[in-house]
Each structure stands twice: as C-alpha cells, then as structure tokens.
C-alpha cells in the first residue's frame, strides 16, 4: 500500500511528519522543517483555566493549520473529510488506501495501541498506507516506532475520540497542483509566521504568550494539586511530547537554514544578515526552552519555588530572542503578497 519513496522512519513532529509522507507520495520532496515553516507552525500559547488539572504550554499553531497553510502556499489540493460516522469515515479512508493513496488522520493518542504514553491527546496526526483484516499500518514519529500498527478496533477509537482540539473522524489527501515559486512562498511563511507572534490578539499567545507564562509559572506550586507529578508531567510534555520545549525551535531554526539558501539569490545585504541573526536567535531560544522545562521539573519534584522563579526568568530571556527574531524577519514583510489561507 506505499511506494518505495513514501517516508517510513517517521519525523520529529506528528503534524509535519505526516505531511511528509502524503507529500512524497504526491511525488513532492519536502523535508520536515521545511514543511513546518512553509505551514507556519511556530507559535506559542499558554492556556488555563479551572477546569484544567494543570496549565498547558504549547509551542506550535492549532492542530491542522499547518497542514492548510502549507498546501496553499505548496499549491497542492488538500481534500479533507470529515464524520460523525465511523463507518462513512472508514470507507473514505479504505478507499483512498485502495487507489494508493496515503492517508492524513487526527486522532486521540490514547487508543493507539503502540503509543508509549497513555494520555488523551486528539490533535494527534499520523498516516495511514495500509490495512488488512485486523490491523490499520500508520506511520507515526520516530519516537512511537516510524512505521507501526493498530488494530482496527482502536483505530477507530481513536478518530471518533471527542474531547479537546478533536475532530470528527478527520482524515485528508494530498494531490499535486500547479508549482509554486518556493523563494516567494518561504518569504510569504516567514514574515505571516513574525506578524502573527509579534501582533497575537490575546495576552496568552505569542510573545506576549512567553511573557504571560512567565508571570504565572511562579504560582504553579500552588496552580496544582500534585507538584511533584503534574510538574514533571508539563515538562515532559513541553520536552518529550512536543507541546513546547526546544523542539518546535530547534525545527523552525533548521528550516531557516534550509529556507536560506533559497531565498539568498533575493535577499539585500541587510536582509540576510538579519536572517542570520534570527536563525542564531532561535537556536538559542531551542536551549533556553530545554532549560526552562528543566528547571520546571526540578521544581516540582524538589517542591523548590526558587526554580520556578529561574524558570519565569528563562522564559523573560526567550521573549527577549524570539521577539528580535521574529522584528529581523519582519522587515521582509514587503516582499510579501500572502494568499488567503
């Protein structure tokens, strides 16, 4: 059910990986960075609220922008479905697999049977490339195996879950379009992605989202009703389960890089030494991010508050990073025409 192009190691990220098998098999080769910036990803919110055990920190945009972003800027067809059905959901699905297509789902990590940690997430996304009578074939991260399976009955689980950031039973394709001027839509990415995090409409996103956390984390001893697990639990999630922590900044950084050498024959004198300083500026923040989950976890099994203030400290400092990254990329903002996501 895939070609022997199709992407089967799994990626860093459960979005973009994704994303990259449905484009290889869309015969387009795009790396994991590159997808997440052309989408857009980078991000920041913090979320909080009484009926949540713990606050959430998050480092990328809401589930499934990327992937809408990316295939207006990439020029490809993206044809999403959606059910309140599992059966119609399943015949999409199988269909699609049947005519050799790769297939994007959201689902709930929970259900999934090789997940390594149980706990409900439904802005989970992986690829289908196969079934038989027992089992759905995914590609998911690297970290949960790459190429792996579920049974049928989880799988369908997991797309009918409801809950936070879910989705009825969704599942997409990706079809080739007419190509686009990838110089023109990197450029287009960057300076949407500086906008968006210099201007949030809410206090709780973007920059002023770092900052907002930042006077918050403090409290968090008290926030919570078990420092020395949900603590930790938050740092594993912004670190290890890619809600936040470096991972998001380490991914934007490597597009930059990547982005660079093709935007470079466009770029003034000025202009790419300010992308320069900004790839070097997220490289640091990707660090300050991995302390800040460090100092949080420590925090919470030490039940030290002197930690939570170095933490709120670090994510001041990452403000301070992100916002001059983000006011460098900006200026390139008149080279940009962006189109209507």
Same mark, same amino acid.
């Given at each position: 059910?895939? =070609?022997?192009?199709? !992407?089967?190691?799994?990626?860093?990220?459960?979005?973009?990986?994704?994303?990259?098998?449905?484009?290889?098999?869309?015969? $387009?080769?795009?790396?994991? +960075?590159?997808?997440?910036?052309?989408?857009?990803?980078?991000?920041?919110?913090? &979320?909080?609220?009484?009926?949540? !055990?713990?606050?959430?920190?998050?480092?990328?945009?809401?589930?499934?922008?990327?992937?809408?972003?990316?295939?207006?800027?990439?020029?490809?067809?993206?044809?999403?479905?959606?059910?309140?059905?599992?059966?119609?959901?399943?015949?999409?699905?199988?269909?699609?697999?049947?005519q050799g297509l790769a297939v994007g789902l959201q689902l709930d990590s929970y259900y999934l049977e090789y997940f390594t940690s149980r706990v409900h997430f439904a802005g989970h996304f992986?690829? $289908?490339?196969?079934?038989?009578?027992?089992?759905?074939?995914?590609?998911? =991260?690297?970290?949960?195996?790459?190429?792996?399976?579920?049974?049928l009955d989880s799988f369908a689980q997991a797309r009918s879950a409801r809950g936070p950031m879910s989705a009825r039973n969704r599942s997409f394709t990706v079809h080739a379009g007419p190509?686009?001027?990838?110089?023109?839509? $990197?450029?287009?990415?960057?300076?949407?992605?500086?906008?968006?995090?210099?201007?949030?409409? $809410?206090?709780?996103?973007?920059?002023?989202?770092?900052?907002?956390?930042?006077?918050?984390? !403090?409290?968090?001893?008290?926030?919570?009703?078990?420092?020395?697990?949900?603590?930790?639990?938050?740092?594993?999630?912004?670190?290890?389960?890619?809600?936040?922590?470096?991972?998001?900044?380490?991914?934007?950084?490597?597009?930059?890089?990547?982005?660079?050498?093709?935007?470079? +024959?466009?770029?003034?004198?000025?202009?790419?030494?300010? &992308?320069?300083?900004?790839?070097?500026?997220? %490289?640091?923040?990707?660090?300050? &991010?991995?302390?800040?989950?460090?100092?949080?976890?420590? %925090?919470?099994?030490?039940?030290?508050?002197?930690?939570?203030?170095?933490?709120? =400290?670090?994510?001041?400092?990452?403000?301070?990073?992100?916002?001059?990254?983000?006011?460098?990329?900006? =200026?390139?903002?008149?080279?940009?025409?962006?189109?209507?996501?």
């Open positions: 059910m895939h =070609t022997d192009h199709t !992407p089967l190691a799994g990626g860093i990220h459960c979005e973009t990986s994704t994303l990259r098998v449905l484009f290889a098999g869309a015969g $387009i080769d795009l790396s994991e +960075p590159m997808l997440f910036g052309l989408g857009s990803g980078l991000s920041f919110v913090y &979320w909080d609220s009484r009926r949540q !055990p713990a606050p959430f920190i998050g480092g990328r945009v809401k589930p499934f922008e990327i992937a809408r972003s990316v295939a207006v800027r990439c020029g490809v067809d993206l044809d999403v479905h959606e059910t309140a059905s599992p059966r119609l959901a399943w015949e999409k699905v199988r269909g699609a697999l049947d992986a690829a $289908i490339i196969g079934y038989d009578d027992r089992s759905a074939h995914l590609v998911d =991260t690297a970290q949960q195996g790459g190429r792996v399976s579920t049974s190509p686009r001027d990838l110089s023109s839509s $990197i450029v287009d990415a960057v300076t949407a992605t500086a906008v968006a995090y210099l201007n949030p409409p $809410i206090a709780n996103v973007g920059g002023r989202g770092v900052r907002t956390a930042a006077r918050k984390l !403090p409290a968090w001893l008290d926030r919570v009703a078990d420092p020395s697990t949900d603590l930790p639990l938050i740092a594993s999630l912004m670190e290890r389960g890619g809600t936040g922590g470096g991972l998001f900044r380490t991914l934007y950084r490597d597009f930059l890089v990547e982005a660079r050498d093709v935007v470079a +024959p466009d770029l003034a004198e000025a202009e790419a030494a300010a &992308w320069g300083e900004s790839i070097d500026l997220f %490289a640091e923040s990707a660090v300050l &991010w991995t302390r800040a989950a460090e100092l949080i976890e420590a %925090a919470g099994r030490e039940r030290e508050p002197r930690l939570l203030a170095e933490a709120s =400290t670090v994510l001041n400092t990452i403000a301070d990073r992100e916002t001059t990254a983000m006011e460098r990329l900006r =200026t390139l903002e008149h080279r940009s025409v962006r189109p209507r996501l």
